[in-house]
C-alpha cells in the first residue's frame, strides 16, 4: 500500500486492488493509532472523547476492514454498531468518511490517438482525422 498524508487527510493506495482511499481527519485518526500493537479499547481510548470517541473508532474500524484497509477479521460487537446508533451518539458531521476510488488501469488510461486539436507529433491523429501543421484536424 501507498500511503500518502495530505493536510488533514490520508490517501491510501491499495497495489493489489488498484483502489485508492481518501480518508477524512477522523478516519486518519483511526489509521494512524493502528499500529498492529494496540486493542480496539486502547484504540479509542487514544483518539479521546468518551463515549463518542469509541463510536467513532468503532465504526472506523469496521470501515477499514470493509475497505480492505486493515489485517485481521471484524470484532462481533464493531459489527454490532449501525449508523443509526452512531448518528445518535456522535452526530452525522461527525461519522468518519473513507471515499474509494477505483483507479483506471493503464491501458485504458493511455490514447492511442490524438484527436481534434491535439498535436500529432507524437502520437497519430485518430481516425478520420488529419494532421495540418502539427495539429489534428
Not at 494512524?32 to 463510536?55: F, K, M, N, P, V
Not at 476510488?101 to 486539436?117: E, H, L, M, Q, Y
Request: aromatic share 2%.
Amino acid at each position: 500500500m501507498l500511503v500518502q498524508r495530505t493536510g488533514k487527510e490520508t490517501l491510501v493506495y491499495d497495489e493489489r486492488s488498484h483502489r485508492a482511499h481518501c480518508l477524512d481527519a477522523r478516519a486518519t485518526r483511526v489509521w494512524e493509532l493502528c499500529d498492529g500493537g494496540r486493542t480496539e479499547g486502547e484504540i479509542a481510548q487514544a483518539y479521546g472523547e468518551g463515549d463518542a470517541g469509541q463510536a467513532v473508532v468503532t465504526w472506523t474500524l469496521g470501515e477499514l476492514e470493509k475497505s480492505a484497509l486493515l489485517e485481521g477479521s471484524a470484532d462481533a460487537a464493531r459489527a454490532a454498531l449501525s449508523r443509526r446508533v452512531l448518528m445518535k451518539t456522535v452526530g452525522l458531521a461527525a461519522i468518519p468518511v473513507i471515499m474509494a476510488i477505483t483507479a483506471p488501469r493503464a491501458r485504458a488510461a493511455v490514447s492511442t490517438c490524438s484527436a481534434v486539436g491535439q498535436q500529432c507529433t507524437t502520437k497519430p491523429c485518430c481516425s478520420g482525422l488529419t494532421c495540418t501543421s502539427g495539429i489534428c484536424q
